[in-house]
């Protein structure tokens, strides 16, 4: 059961989603000795560039939506984002409606947070039964190689799975600032989501509809530098088990990178805007038409960076497979079996992050096999 802090009651309704093996804050690691770098955070070399180099020219090349231009019905913009669905999994939204006060207030109220003592913060460690607080998500082993990172996550709606004893209450304006924020994404998801539906040949309430009530997390993560920001990675390369997230970056430090064409390209902030990811959800619903890119976070030797990342998905009973319009056009037979959608997230956040890895149980066997 989740305690609900603000109205002092238990919330049977909260769930818990997946255990992690509490490790070192690496924050307070580098407080105490900028120039350490523990071997457990030290990568191979396949691990920190793959078979490609690090930076691309492809970097000005990911695709821009604007959200005002779907919203007076353009065509042409529609059809931008089929393209951007199709050949990237990625894009940045421009003019999505939310304040710029908004977003400025997010950004401060975290900074504060993150600049607390780290006995303040560990108030709101996770639990050993979930991944909700404060700490490290996908620690599965204590044997695996960590990610250079710290975060905060929350479980925003429906609002009785919050547990607001893991919403910190200092500093005093970041629970507002959640709460806006969240709201704010909240309506850019549902309008986003009603030109997906169109694009996979629905109506437009089609894909929200299907996900019977909404579920939205917020995740907040800290990249302290590193004096080896070449032999570390903030976040290990991975796909989201999302309907789609959208996240909103610091502006003057770039370290979101998303794998195209075999290469890994740095993803360059756009001011006010939101960058948008397609999840394994749309990939499974889309027979694999739209799919879920890995993407990861790299490291710099100068300043830290925080990145905002709400996570949209279906309710947990929500069962999830290729929709009957996207069998037998592009690709004729059905790619992925019927899972429960909860399970499709526990199962994914009992491992490490390896790329896509997590998906292989959605997948019909055969297609696994293809894969490799």
């Given at each position: 059961?989740?305690?609900?802090g ?17 490790v ?55 059809k ?27 950004k401060d ?6 600049e ?23 620690v ?13 996550i ?5 609002t009785?799975?919050?547990?607001y004893?893991y919403?910190?209450a ?28 169109l ?44 309907t789609?997230?959208?996240?909103m ?10 794998r ?33 890119i ?6 710099n ?20 497979e290729?929709?009957?319009?996207t069998?037998?056009c ?14 499709f ?5 009992k ?22």
């Amino acid at each position: 059961m989740g305690f609900d802090g603000e109205n002092g009651i238990e919330n049977e309704k909260a769930p818990n989603w997946a255990t992690s093996i509490p490790v070192d804050n690496v924050q307070e690691m580098v407080r105490r000795n900028s120039y350490a770098v523990p071997e457990k955070y030290i990568r191979n070399l396949e691990d920190r560039h793959g078979n490609t180099c690090l930076f691309s020219a492809s970097t000005n090349n990911i695709p821009v939506i604007d959200l005002s231009l779907l919203t007076d019905n353009c065509k042409e913009e529609l059809k931008k984002l089929d393209l951007s669905c199709a050949e990237w999994g990625f894009f940045q939204v421009i003019n999505h409606g939310i304040a710029q006060e908004i977003l400025l207030g997010m950004k401060d109220a975290a900074v504060s947070f993150f600049e607390l003592p780290l006995e303040e913060k560990e108030k709101y460690s996770m639990p050993p039964n979930d991944i909700q607080g404060y700490g490290h998500a996908y620690v599965a082993s204590t044997e695996q190689k960590l990610d250079w990172s710290d975060a905060l996550i929350m479980v925003v709606y429906p609002t009785h799975y919050r547990k607001y004893k893991y919403w910190p209450a200092t500093p005093p304006e970041l629970k507002d600032a959640i709460e806006a924020y969240s709201f704010e994404v909240n309506k850019v998801a549902i309008k986003l989501l009603s030109y997906l539906s169109l694009i996979v040949g629905m109506d437009k309430e089609g894909l929200l509809g299907m996900h019977k009530e909404i579920m939205q997390a917020l995740r907040l993560n800290y990249y302290p530098p590193c004096s080896k920001p070449d032999q570390v990675i903030g976040l290990s390369p991975h796909s989201d088990t999302s309907t789609i997230s959208i996240l909103m970056q610091d502006e003057d430090v770039t370290g979101l990178q998303i794998r195209h064409d075999g290469e890994w390209v740095s993803v360059k902030p756009i001011p006010n805007s939101l960058v948008v990811n397609i999840g394994d959800v749309i990939e499974i619903w889309s027979n694999g038409k739209y799919k879920s890119i890995e993407h990861r976070a790299v490291i710099n030797d100068q300043k830290a960076r925080i990145s905002y990342a709400s996570f949209i998905c279906p309710n947990d009973d929500v069962e999830i497979e290729p929709l009957k319009q996207t069998v037998g056009c592009q690709e004729p037979k059905k790619l992925y079996k019927k899972i429960r959608c909860g399970d499709f997230l526990r199962q994914s956040m009992k491992r490490k992050m390896e790329g896509k890895a997590h998906t292989d149980v959605a997948k019909i066997e055969k297609n696994i096999e293809k894969d490799l």
